[in-house]
């Protein structure tokens, strides 16, 4: 069977670094606002342009946490709610850089209303690396932390940014017996961006049946159309040990030359839905030029081969509603697209495959 590359739009306006979880019978879509952690809700992965919109935290202006609130995320850990966060001091600037963690409610009750309350920076990790875009991910029965830093040791460079992994202790601290261990360093020419080598946005991926499980992380810079995304496969082994990470030569998906957009695909997460698919959802720009502006939630498949997960190793043509994405038909919409309801069956077909699909969704999820 071929390989279903249609793309949709699911946001209504920008949401740099997408990451979307699904707990609950809804799924929960954070992104960078810049000055909060803002929260949507939705029935259907495919389209949050009808979501409910909650800010769960918002730090007090003035402290060296308050300024440069990228990249959230929230995860259920040991039956509670967790986010994670990178935020500066705003009279330092982009160097200090840290990854924070804010406490929430229950796992079973809703995190856009439930009570949420700042634990501080994230124990154990080096407090003189910059770091960014954390993720937690669950292997071997631990849960580790991947990240994104500056090179250990050094303090103002913002030329090199590395993938690093640490062992977590608990939800708020890694083990600091040991430094981090870096898996990824931006080695291939096309990982740059002018003077700039750029690994970040680190995600787990897992193929279905999990023959192949590791990391989707974006480099180049996310400023251009050439940012893009990669795969690191885990191989086995003490997962702090780098021999224990595989990088693909090849990117898993990017802008090549001629497309027509969307550009620039980078910063995602991938959800199990039904019948045994993947879906990455990232952003992307409109246009070539757009930069950090517009950059839109997109949802693309992700197909498996003996060699793992494969993207066809480009955005796939956009679709303009649910019903084109779900029988594969390559509309090309202007602008991006909206990705709207579809207005019919197969949008309530969508639906109704992922709440049957629940039970597994939440198991794989519970190994992410």
Not at 171 to 177: F, I, L, N, V
Not at 314 to 321: F, K
């Amino acid at each position: 069977m071929a390989y279903n590359n249609s793309v949709i739009t699911c946001t209504p306006h920008a949401t740099p670094d997408p990451f979307v979880t699904y707990k609950n019978d809804k799924f929960y879509l954070t992104f960078t606002a810049g000055d909060r952690i803002e929260v949507w809700c939705s029935d259907n992965v495919l389209s949050f342009h009808n979501a409910s919109k909650h800010v769960i935290w918002k730090p007090p202006p003035g402290t060296e946490y308050s300024g440069g609130i990228w990249a959230p995320e929230i995860h259920v850990i040991d039956g509670r709610w967790y986010a994670y966060v990178a935020c500066e001091n705003p009279k330092e600037g982009n160097k200090s850089h840290r990854m924070y963690v804010i406490g929430g409610p229950p796992g079973h009750e809703d995190p856009c209303t439930g009570h949420w309350e700042f634990l501080g920076r994230l124990r154990g990790v080096p407090e003189d690396q910059w770091a960014i875009d954390g993720t937690v991910i669950h292997l071997n029965g631990q849960n580790y932390f991947v990240y994104s830093g500056w090179p250990l040791g050094e303090h103002d460079s913002d030329k090199t940014q590395e993938l690093f992994i640490v062992h977590l202790r608990s939800p708020t601290e890694a083990d600091g017996g040991r430094p981090p261990t870096k898996i990824s360093h931006p080695d291939f020419p096309w990982e740059r961006s002018g003077p700039s080598g750029i690994n970040e946005g680190p995600q787990w991926l897992a193929s279905p049946d999990g023959s192949w499980v590791g990391i989707a992380y974006s480099c180049a810079g996310s400023w251009t159309k050439d940012y893009k995304m990669n795969t690191i496969r885990y191989a086995g082994g003490d997962p702090l040990d780098p021999r224990s990470w595989h990088k693909s030569d090849k990117p898993l998906i990017s802008t090549p030359d001629g497309a027509t957009g969307p550009y620039g695909p980078g910063h995602g997460n991938f959800i199990p839905i039904a019948n045994n698919e993947i879906l990455a959802v990232f952003h992307a720009t409109d246009n070539p030029t757009d930069g950090w502006g517009n950059r839109k939630g997109r949802c693309q498949r992700v197909n498996w081969t003996h060699h793992g997960p494969d993207m066809g190793h480009c955005v796939g043509p956009l679709c303009g509603n649910v019903d084109d994405f779900m029988a594969g038909k390559h509309v090309q919409a202007s602008g991006g697209g909206q990705g709207g309801s579809g207005g019919g069956s197969m949008e309530d077909k969508v639906t109704g495959f992922l709440h049957k699909a629940k039970d597994k969704v939440e198991q794989k999820l519970r190994e992410l």
